[in-house]
């Protein structure tokens, strides 16, 4: 297990670890253009893709997208059944491609309302990449923040603990398994974290940008890793407290 934030000092890094993201503006992208918000979806999906690449060749370990959340569900139902059927299919057709370049899948929220299909096929790709040693990408899907505190803590008192602490309510989220998000990056203009890894996000960097999804390409991605790189990570210190560049090298 990760350690904490908020108990420990991490080292400093100039390419974060582990990237979280809100995907943000897909319908809009499409309203603006005319077109039907299905579009897109389409194409937040290619820079999905492309995301993915890019995070991989710069060395970062973890990359988190919150595709659907729990309160998504709301939407028009014409729209969440094209969701599932687009996440379905990505299921069957891009996670062969993960498994040739070494990436570890991960899905994490609850299944309950997903179709038995897509649930098996989430436990197909996850088993198939489980043992691979790159990039592990996480798909958020019926995923909240709040009822992933809320199923950790049903967990601990399933398990009889007594106390709840730190280390055993974060070894019960659901991702357990990763470090906690070095930076956080919000496309759309919005300036909020929409219920996404509340626990997590205690000191990860946060990055808003205009730009909605579709639009977010290679070279946005490296001004918000330029942002990160001139963020001063003190974790609770000083800026007197810093090691200097000499001392980092």
Not at 103 to 131: M, N, Y
Request: aromatic share 10%; charged share 25%.
């Amino acid at each position: 297990m990760f350690v904490s934030t908020t108990q420990t000092v991490l080292e400093a890094r100039d390419i974060p670890r582990h990237i979280a993201i809100i995907m943000d503006g897909n319908g809009r992208w499409a309203k603006k253009r005319f077109l039907p918000r299905v579009v897109g979806h389409k194409k937040g999906f290619d820079v999905v893709k492309d995301t993915v690449k890019r995070c991989s060749d710069l060395g970062v370990e973890y990359l988190t997208l919150f595709a659907f959340s729990t309160e998504n569900w709301r939407r028009p139902q014409e729209e969440v059944s094209f969701l599932m059927s687009m996440f379905l299919q990505a299921l069957q057709k891009e996670v062969s491609r993960l498994h040739e370049n070494n990436l570890r899948l991960k899905v994490i929220g609850a299944r309950e309302r997903f179709s038995s299909e897509i649930v098996d096929c989430i436990e197909q790709a996850e088993a198939l990449t489980a043992q691979n040693t790159g990039l592990t990408l996480t798909i958020a899907a019926d995923y909240g923040g709040r009822f992933d505190i809320l199923q950790a803590v049903n967990q601990l008192i399933a398990q009889g603990v007594q106390e709840v602490t730190e280390e055993s309510l974060s070894s019960a989220l659901y991702a357990h398994y990763a470090p906690e998000p070095d930076l956080f990056i919000r496309t759309g203009g919005e300036i909020r974290i929409s219920n996404f890894l509340l626990w997590q996000l205690a000191y990860s960097e946060l990055y808003f940008t205009d730009l909605l999804w579709p639009d977010f390409e290679e070279e946005a991605l490296h001004d918000a890793i330029r942002s990160y790189k001139r963020r001063e990570r003190r974790f609770g210190r000083t800026s007197e407290q810093l090691p200097t560049e000499k001392q980092r090298s």
